[in-house]
């Protein structure tokens, strides 16, 4: 009963590298989303999914991509890595937008240097 | 969506019911009101959600008021493990962003 699972649970990068985000999730959800959460803020939607083939910018898509090749996967890209983008990166998905609720994964932290 | 407004911070004695409160007084007729909470830095956890109707699940049950301007999150009888954050959120359907607030922070007490 794995449901929304994300790797890596941390990481270490330095300025200018890039690197992948995946979550994972086994409820045949439609809808994917990637959010991120700084302290003292709430979260703030990056990018999300409506179904296999789709994406659509969030709140703060800048310096991110994103890909839903498989209807169960949906990757976060970094292509050059600020200390800005120091954040806890959490992925959720739901069935539907509104009416079902969005189920969360345990977070990926990244640290940039 | 609906602006939510919750008490900063709550205790309650562990095995005693715990009443978390809400007020969404904008909310309109085809919005739903979701509780979710953060333990510690783990990812929200959905509890529980409701359209008009009071609604009870393995985990808590909601109160919705009549008018549905306030809400009421009940965990019957909580626990050393129920001490987390908890978000009241008012949803639109059709919403793909959640606007968490900064939520009561509810300590259980041994």
């Known amino acids: 009963n794995a449901g929304v699972t994300q790797t890596p649970k941390f990481r270490v990068l330095k300025t200018g590298q890039s690197m992948t985000l995946l979550c994972a999730q086994d409820m045949n959800h439609e809808y994917m989303y990637w959010y991120r959460q700084d302290p003292g803020m709430g979260l703030r939607l990056i990018h999300y999914s409506v179904g296999e083939g789709t994406t659509a910018k969030g709140e703060v898509p800048d310096g991110y991509n994103v890909s839903r090749l498989k209807k169960q996967n949906f990757l976060l890209g970094l292509e050059s890595a600020a200390p800005s983008q120091t954040s806890v990166y959490f992925c959720a998905s739901s069935y539907e937008a509104g009416r079902q609720p969005q189920h969360f994964g345990d977070g990926t932290r990244l640290s940039i240097l | 969506d609906a602006k939510t407004t919750q008490p900063p911070s709550m205790d309650c004695a562990e095995g005693r019911a715990a009443n978390l409160p809400c007020n969404h007084s904008t909310i309109s007729g085809n919005e739903y009101v979701y509780w979710y909470r953060q333990i510690h830095s783990q990812g929200p956890q959905y509890i529980i959600h409701?359209?008009?109707n009071n609604e009870t699940n393995e985990m808590a049950s909601l109160i919705i008021t009549e008018d549905r301007k306030s809400s009421t999150l009940i965990l019957p009888h909580a626990t050393l493990r129920d001490t987390a954050v908890y978000y009241c959120i008012v949803i639109h359907p059709g919403t793909y962003k959640y606007i968490f607030g900064t939520g009561t922070r509810l300590k259980v007490l041994a």
């Open positions: 409701g359209l008009k």
